[in-house]
């Protein structure tokens, strides 16, 4: 295993990975939703002006909601955004939903995805555009929201029952907004129990089905009638697609490489698609990101759940450089670790962020890899990786942004009596 990068970076303070004690309160922000009775922080993200956008999906009285809130950059609720620094909502009057996505435009507009609960049974992927104040845009979709159906109810997909927090389940939501504002966003349909696919759409601007990606505005992600399940898409820097995810039962890691027109890219790994196991054992892909030369999976090894992390080419052939070409393998706690998110630094290091399982023995963890794909010894008290328990209960972190200062900013929820969403900031140098 190549030490050579490790070598090369330059001495650090041995305070990475502590919490930022000046962010908020002891550095821990607890982000308010008014009238809500719970909340979860499902993404972060950063505007402009270095105010956090959180997504999340919000308890209330009269049931589940997508919730966008904006912090200061002290951690503290922007008072000026929406209903006093946040939106409640729905994607359709009557309906539950949930928030899972936030990114802000180029425009200083901001995209938030999540899911539209069509029954108690049933989600459909859907979408909500909202100026930088935090009001609906009415040229987008219906009056600001767009729920997206295909034909045969192909983006129809199984709503989750009860979960452990911090396991994943059948839900997903992920997109990718391209230059010209068109925007690729993941569904997962399910035919029945045993026959699910992924399929990667294409929406126009103004969130209309763009019929002029795959002749149909979207793709079954298939690869010998396999059952594929979708986590997470990559725009990559020369337009083509990736997509992410599992495929396969037992569960293989998966990801397939499309071209900007929503063919298969078929120089991609074998045939467009890659497939891989972790030690023998079954893998999940919860996010891929890019840097130079290589595509970054992080996620979790299953039966046991470890956290996993695997770095390829950019051709989607194995590097024997970056751990021999075989994914990294992380065990924290004894019931089990994951990884949810994942964000390159500009210097090529990674930071993920995820959860232990079980109970009151779930925690946050966040770690920094090497860009060889090994853990940063110079993070987290020298073990590449730190724990933190923010209450008396359960913890999960979800999400993850960094700051143009190296600031990591990781989203997720805390519970006590009820789930309470949480933004973190630890530092990084």
Not at 103 to 110: A, E, K, V, Y
Request: aromatic share 6%; net charge negative.
């Amino acid at each position: 295993m190549s030490t050579q990068t490790a070598i090369a970076l330059p001495t650090l303070a041995k305070n990475a990975g502590q919490l930022d004690k000046t962010f908020s309160s002891n550095g821990v922000a607890q982000v308010y939703f008014a009238g809500s009775t719970s909340s979860l922080t499902q993404s972060v993200a950063l505007d402009a002006q270095g105010r956090i956008l959180v997504a999340a999906k919000v308890g209330t009285a009269q049931g589940n909601c997508f919730g966008l809130a904006r912090l200061l950059g002290d951690g503290s609720a922007d008072l000026g955004f929406g209903n006093q620094g946040s939106v409640i909502g729905r994607f359709a009057s009557g309906f539950e939903a949930t928030g899972s996505k936030v990114q802000l435009l180029p425009d200083g507009r901001i995209l938030l995805a999540g899911l539209h609960y069509e029954s108690e049974h049933c989600t459909l992927p859907a979408l909500a555009l909202f100026d930088a104040q935090g009001r609906p845009d009415p040229d987008f979709g219906d009056n600001g929201r767009q729920i997206v159906r295909l034909p045969g109810d192909l983006s129809m997909g199984t709503r989750d029952a009860w979960l452990p927090p911090g396991v994943p389940g059948a839900e997903a939501c992920d997109f990718a907004v391209q230059p010209d504002g068109h925007i690729l966003l993941i569904a997962n349909h399910h035919f029945e129990l045993a026959d699910h696919v992924g399929m990667l759409i294409r929406l126009t601007p103004d969130g209309s089905l763009d019929p002029s990606f795959n002749g149909r505005g979207f793709v079954m992600v298939r690869h010998l009638l396999l059952n594929t399940w979708l986590g997470s898409v990559l725009l990559q820097g020369d337009g083509r697609i990736v997509v992410a995810g599992s495929i396969d039962f037992p569960q293989e890691g998966l990801l397939a490489r499309y071209l900007p027109d929503g063919r298969l890219d078929e120089r991609f790994a074998v045939d467009g698609f890659m497939a891989f196991k972790v030690q023998g054992h079954s893998a999940l892909v919860n996010q891929v990101i890019e840097s130079a030369e290589h595509l970054h999976c992080f996620g979790s090894s299953r039966d046991p759940i470890r956290c996993m992390a695997q770095s390829v080419h950019g051709n989607g052939r194995p590097d024997l450089h970056c751990n021999r070409g075989q994914p990294h393998l992380l065990e924290i706690g004894p019931s089990g670790c994951q990884w949810s998110a994942a964000q390159a630094m500009p210097d090529g290091r990674i930071i993920a962020v995820g959860a232990t399982i079980g109970g009151v023995e779930a925690d946050f963890i966040v770690a920094r890899y090497l860009a060889n794909g090994c853990l940063d010894r110079s993070f987290g008290s020298g073990n590449g990786w730190l724990r933190t328990r923010l209450g008396r209960s359960l913890d999960t972190a979800t999400s993850v942004a960094i700051q143009p200062d190296g600031g990591i900013l990781v989203g997720g929820y805390s519970l006590d009596g009820n789930y309470r969403a949480m933004v973190a900031r630890y530092l990084n140098h």
